[in-house]
């Protein structure tokens, strides 16, 4: 079995060698089927980060949410390295950080704490068939997900969903994954 750094390595190296329309296709059939379940539309609030280009496209999901009134919160690192969620009304008022990541501005106002009705849409280079991920290695999600009493479903190509990944005891999975073939669940 491959460590996390080795999985890491390897789902980074499939994502690159997708040609952009490709990317496309597949990022368009991951967003139907996950704005088409049921958990996503019953969901008020959703959390979700802003992609990157390497990853699946979120803007669309953003977007999508915003326009059927769904309540949208962006992550962003505070000081202990955890993540706290913002909500925001469009895509004003964001940041790119030093890592290239795109975080909304800390405005007090706009905080998240309560996180009922909601479901976090959680990033990862690949998934197992248990809803363990390999992240990008810094624990963000981990943390946060460790107190995270809703939803979460990751969001993965079909090719970087993988039998089983070493994880620690601290990982929590994802309850679902959106892929562009289906929605996999709990039973996995």
Do not use: W
């Not at 491959?2 to 190296?13: D, G, S, Y």
């Not at 009705?117 to 809803?131: A, E, M, R, Y």
Request: proline share 3%; net charge positive.
């Amino acid at each position: 079995m491959l460590t996390k750094q080795e999985l890491r390595k390897q789902a980074l190296e499939v994502r690159k060698k997708i040609p952009l329309d490709e990317k496309r296709d597949l990022d368009r059939k991951i967003f139907e089927n996950l704005v088409n379940f049921a958990e996503f539309s019953k969901a008020k609030l959703i959390l979700t980060y802003f992609s990157t280009e390497l990853e699946i496209d979120t803007k669309q999901i953003i977007d999508f949410a915003l326009k059927c009134g769904k309540i949208v919160a962006i992550p962003r690192c505070n000081a202990q390295n955890q993540l706290d969620f913002y909500k925001i009304l469009d895509f004003t008022n964001l940041i790119e950080t030093k890592m290239g990541i795109i975080e909304p501005i800390a405005n007090p106002e706009h905080k998240v704490n309560d996180f009922n009705h909601s479901i976090c849409i959680t990033p990862g280079l690949g998934f197992d068939k248990f809803g363990h991920r390999i992240g990008y290695g810094k624990g963000f999600y981990d943390k946060f997900l460790a107190n995270y009493t809703q939803k979460s479903i990751g969001l993965c190509y079909n090719s970087n969903v993988i039998d089983k990944i070493l994880h620690d005891d601290f990982d929590k999975p994802v309850d679902m994954i959106a892929t562009e073939r289906k929605i996999l669940t709990k039973n996995f």
